[in-house]
T-cell receptor, first 112, second 113 residues
Framework: DGGITQSPKYLFRKEGQNVTLSCEQNLNHDAMYWYRQDPGQGLRLIYYSQIVNDFQKGDIAEGYSVSREKKESFPLTVTSAQKNPTAFYLC???????????FGDGTRLSIL | RKEVEQDPGPFNVPEGATVAFNCTYSNSASQSFFWYRQDCRKEPKLLMSVYSSGNEDGRFTAQLNRASQYISLLIRDSKLSDSATYLCVVNVNYGGSQGNLIFGKGTKLSVKP
């Protein structure tokens, strides 16, 4: 089955810890995205990548980092510099920027 | 003016009602428009694309008004299962090149028995 897989579904972060959220897709999509959604709020773009080995900052990149070493994979690291990381994190992918994006089922990150 | 604006609702309607949502966008050069549905604590899912000529999918009709820069979603014969948040999504152009999709904050619909 083609799709986007995010893991883990739930994640807890300790003070001062970096954590990495996984996103894998087998849709052969070129572009991949990370969004953050806070309760009752819209999606905010963290980082995106339109091609392997290249990525761009979105609107709220501070405290986050990404890599795109393979077409299928776009992991997001939430660093200790992100002081308010509790949120629902969504990964998406698409063939091109003007096409609909397809989402994984998300990771909920909380602070311990 | 925000890039994509929606009435947050909630729209509370009885089963069987017809309900319509509008969404305005600020970039007149935008080319791609979509409606997504997001259930509580779930990921957004594509409901339908919005074409210049308008399009219909069963009980759902989407329309685009470029002159007034808004898109609309009409739901006929509402079902309990239509209860969700509906996100308006627009592709924003910057300097002639296509940018990323911008998601509205959503309109919440609650269909009551």
């Amino acid at each position: 089955d083609g799709g986007i897989t995010q893991s883990p579904k739930y994640l807890f972060r300790k003070e001062g810890q970096n954590v990495t959220l996984s996103c894998e897709q087998n849709l052969n999509h070129d572009a991949m995205y990370w969004y953050r959604q806070d309760p009752g709020q819209g999606l905010r773009l963290i980082y995106y990548s339109q091609i392997v080995n290249d990525f761009q900052k979105g609107d709220i990149a501070e405290g986050y980092s990404v890599s795109r070493e393979k077409k299928e994979s776009f992991p997001l690291t939430v660093t200790s510099a992100q002081k308010n990381p509790t949120a629902f994190y969504l990964c998406a992918s698409t063939f091109s920027v003007d096409q609909p994006q397809h989402f994984g089922d998300g990771t909920r990150l909380s602070i311990l | 003016r925000k890039e994509v604006e929606q009435d947050p609702g909630p729209f509370n309607v009885p089963e069987g009602a017809t309900v319509a949502f509008n969404c305005t966008y600020s970039n007149s050069a935008s080319q791609s428009f979509f409606w997504y549905r997001q259930d509580c604590r779930k990921e957004p899912k594509l409901l339908m694309s919005v074409y210049s000529s308008g399009n219909e999918d069963g009980r759902f009709t989407a329309q685009l008004n470029r002159a007034s820069q808004y898109i609309s979603l009409l739901i006929r014969d509402s079902k309990l299962s239509d209860s969700a948040t509906y996100l308006c999504v627009v592709n924003v152009n910057y300097g002639g090149s296509q940018g990323n999709l911008i998601f509205g904050k959503g309109t919440k619909l609650s269909v009551k028995p």
